[in-house]
């Protein structure tokens, strides 16, 4: 089966792992799917953030660069800080 069959939201229960979601809002998920994924974990009692970038395609956080392009290491960047704030608040990683 796909993911259009079995969408994720159809999963949402008590006690699921932290979830942390980089969306683009150009992304081909909609966004309003994604917002919703998160209200409902967050409505389950689970942790769930969702940061988001604006004129991105699918892979924009890709470091470095390909034989085709050249990639905007800007975004990777930011989704580390955001990744390690992330981690570290919930004591997966040393803050030091």
Known sequence: MF??????????????SPTILIHSLDH??????????T???KDSGNDCELFTFEGKKHGFIKRGKSESERYDN???????VIMNKFLSKLDYLNST
Do not use: A, Q
Request: proline residues 15%.
């Open 3 to 16: 993911g259009n069959e079995i969408p994720p939201i159809y999963h949402i229960k008590k006690k699921l």
């Open 28 to 37: 081909p998920v909609p966004f309003e799917d994604v917002k919703r994924f």
């Open 39 to 41: 209200m409902k974990m």
């Open 74 to 80: 800007k975004p990777y960047e930011e989704t580390l």
